[in-house]
């Protein structure tokens, strides 16, 4: 077998990237995506069928009537490089009009933009007809003083056009460690001020979204049982893959909703897809979801699992384009829960997908700018999508080496521009604790341009 330059063996860059020898040619014929595919919700469906009623869950602490299906105004429409407004405005009209009625932005999504275009396309309706929820994103320490915190709160109020926020969240708590909880949230009394604005009405539900350590998830909670903090409310990454995540409890949603179900707090549900992995699997596994329900997306399947458990108050899905809205309408209205049988089916699908395993990334964008240039989540998704198609092949042995390795190549140098590639990856670590999915960013770089490398100087064939 060749060897890579650096004295790795493909072999053994396919190993550190989990894939081992599966990717060969043969084994994955059934990966391909159906160019058919019309919708990042998994397939081709029709959306010519009328929701029914939404399904709603009551939130114990206010009694608030929360719809199943929330709208997560992280990937909003665009029009050029600016946010298309009028597209945001009618999404937003059309979720209002079939029951959905929880908005969930921050003022770092869409480049700072969202919050402004959230509180431009809800204003047109009645106050008392939807719940805003956002965060304090204050992740520089530039923002951890206590007066440039509240200013961040008070912006948020300001373009989102309201007098109060029904969900406020401290913003992805556990990067970073008990440290940087206490940085960004506890010596400056940030949450003491908080709680303050909970008492006088300006926040109606107080709570925190998770990634990372589950120290600090932990630690939280301590301060919920002692009674320091009341939490309203939590949101976590749940999906049918991270439900038994073997990597730990930090991920292990079965854990971190237990936690949350024994105390009776109520459990906000993010990437429920997987940053829409969930919705485009593999054929061979595909083909045993549509078999089981022919009429319905693969993405239908993720937000019932996610929805499925009681304490579940909303299921968030960043829905860019009319098609995402109307098949998520049509899985939560109404809701469908998943029976044991169903879950039982998912979980054995979820470790079936673990011999295919791509990086977890969900492009969010946290790891943004990359102080060197480099387009971190599109060199991720091009080496996915390759994954997918089956254009990462183990051995110039492999029928289809010289097609695979063309796609790859040719691909990558279309969607990165060569001075965005992996090659330019110093090792800075800067990314790393800004990543929600714990991915070793430097090292999956360095393994991918190593790859990279090995293909370019095998000219046969391409």
């Given at each position: 077998?060749?060897?890579?330059?650096?004295?790795?063996?493909?072999?053994?860059?396919?190993?550190?990237?989990?894939?081992?020898?599966?990717?060969?040619?043969?084994?994955?014929?059934?990966?391909?995506?159906r160019?058919?595919?019309?919708?990042?919700?998994?397939?081709?469906?029709?959306?010519?069928?009328?929701?029914?009623?939404?399904?709603?869950?009551?939130?114990?602490?206010?009694?608030?009537?929360?719809?199943?299906?929330?709208?997560?105004?992280?990937?909003?429409?665009?029009?050029?490089?600016?946010?298309?407004?009028d597209?945001?405005?009618?999404?937003?009209?059309?979720?209002?009009?079939?029951?959905?009625?929880?908005?969930?932005?921050?003022?770092?999504?869409?480049?700072?933009?969202?919050?402004?275009?959230?509180?431009?396309?809800?204003?047109?309706?009645?106050?008392?007809?939807?719940?805003?929820?956002?965060?304090?994103?204050?992740?520089?320490?530039?923002?951890?003083p206590?007066?440039?915190?509240?200013?961040?709160?008070?912006?948020?109020?300001?373009?989102?056009?309201?007098?109060?926020?029904?969900?406020?969240?401290?913003?992805?708590?556990?990067?970073?460690?008990?440290a940087?909880?206490?940085?960004?949230?506890?010596?400056?009394?940030?949450?003491?001020?908080?709680?303050?604005?909970r008492?006088?009405?300006?926040?109606?539900?107080?709570?925190?979204?998770?990634?990372?350590?589950?120290e600090?998830?932990?630690?939280?909670?301590?301060?919920?049982?002692?009674?320091?903090?009341?939490?309203?409310?939590?949101?976590?990454?749940?999906?049918?893959v991270?439900?038994?995540?073997?990597?730990?409890?930090?991920?292990?949603?079965?854990?971190?909703?237990g936690?949350?179900?024994?105390?009776g707090?109520?459990?906000?549900?993010?990437?429920?897809?997987?940053?829409?992995?969930?919705?485009?699997?593999?054929?061979?596994?595909?083909?045993?979801?549509?078999?089981?329900k022919?009429?319905?997306?693969?993405?239908?399947?993720?937000?019932?699992?996610?929805?499925?458990?009681?304490?579940i108050?909303?299921?968030?899905s960043?829905?860019?384009?009319?098609?995402?809205?109307?098949?998520?309408?049509?899985?939560?209205?109404?809701?469908?829960p998943?029976?044991?049988?169903?879950?039982?089916?998912?979980?054995?699908?979820?470790?079936?997908?673990?011999?295919?395993?791509?990086?977890?990334?969900?492009?969010?964008?946290?790891?943004?700018?990359?102080?060197?240039?480099?387009?971190?989540?599109?060199?991720?998704?091009?080496?996915?999508?390759?994954?997918?198609?089956?254009?990462?092949?183990?051995?110039?042995?492999?029928?289809?080496?010289?097609?695979?390795?063309?796609?790859?190549?040719?691909?990558?140098?279309?969607?990165?521009?060569?001075?965005?590639?992996?090659?330019?990856?110093?090792?800075?670590?800067?990314?790393?604790?800004?990543?929600?999915?714990?991915?070793?960013?430097?090292?999956?770089?360095?393994?991918?341009?190593?790859?990279?490398?090995?293909?370019?100087?095998?000219?046969?064939?391409?």
């Open positions: 077998m060749d060897k890579f330059s650096k004295k790795i063996e493909r072999r053994d860059f396919l190993k550190k990237l989990g894939l081992g020898g599966v990717v060969a040619g043969a084994a994955l014929a059934g990966c391909n995506r160019a058919t595919d019309k919708l990042a919700n998994g397939n081709d469906v029709s959306t010519d069928r009328e929701p029914g009623e939404m399904t709603y869950r009551v939130n114990p602490n206010t009694g608030d009537r929360v719809s199943l299906l929330g709208y997560g105004m992280m990937r909003l429409p665009q029009r050029g490089r600016d946010l298309d407004q597209a945001i405005n009618e999404l937003v009209d059309h979720a209002l009009k079939h029951g959905v009625n929880y908005f969930d932005t921050s003022p770092m999504y869409c480049k700072g933009e969202s919050e402004r275009a959230t509180g431009i396309a809800l204003s047109r309706h009645p106050r008392e007809s939807y719940f805003i929820a956002t965060k304090l994103s204050n992740f520089a320490p530039s923002t951890w206590l007066q440039e915190s509240i200013k961040m709160f008070e912006n948020s109020l300001e373009y989102l056009q309201t007098t109060y926020i029904d969900y406020l969240l401290l913003h992805s708590v556990g990067g970073g460690g008990i940087n909880l206490n940085d960004r949230f506890i010596n400056n009394k940030l949450l003491d001020y908080l709680k303050e604005q008492a006088n009405g300006r926040i109606r539900n107080l709570g925190f979204s998770f990634h990372g350590d589950v600090v998830y932990d630690h939280l909670l301590a301060m919920h049982d002692r009674g320091e903090v009341h939490w309203d409310f939590v949101q976590i990454q749940h999906n049918y991270d439900w038994h995540n073997p990597e730990g409890n930090a991920k292990r949603s079965e854990y971190l909703y936690e949350l179900e024994r105390r707090i109520p459990a906000v549900v993010m990437e429920p897809l997987l940053g829409g992995r969930l919705s485009h699997l593999p054929d061979h596994l595909a083909n045993t979801l549509k078999e089981r022919p009429g319905n997306s693969l993405a239908s399947w993720a937000f019932r699992f996610a929805g499925t458990q009681p304490g108050l909303t299921v968030l960043g829905m860019t384009y009319m098609e995402h809205l109307q098949d998520n309408l049509l899985t939560y209205s109404p809701f469908e998943c029976t044991d049988e169903e879950i039982d089916f998912l979980i054995h699908t979820a470790v079936l997908l673990d011999r295919y395993p791509l990086v977890p990334c969900t492009k969010c964008q946290y790891c943004m700018p990359c102080p060197y240039g480099l387009n971190i989540p599109a060199i991720f998704e091009h080496y996915n999508k390759c994954v997918n198609e089956g254009n990462v092949a183990e051995s110039t042995a492999d029928p289809d080496y010289a097609k695979a390795r063309r796609a790859f190549l040719i691909g990558y140098d279309r969607s990165v521009p060569k001075l965005r590639q992996a090659s330019h990856c110093t090792g800075c670590g800067e990314c790393l604790s800004h990543c929600p999915q714990s991915i070793k960013i430097p090292q999956r770089l360095h393994d991918i341009d190593t790859y990279v490398e090995s293909l370019k100087r095998e000219t046969n064939g391409f």
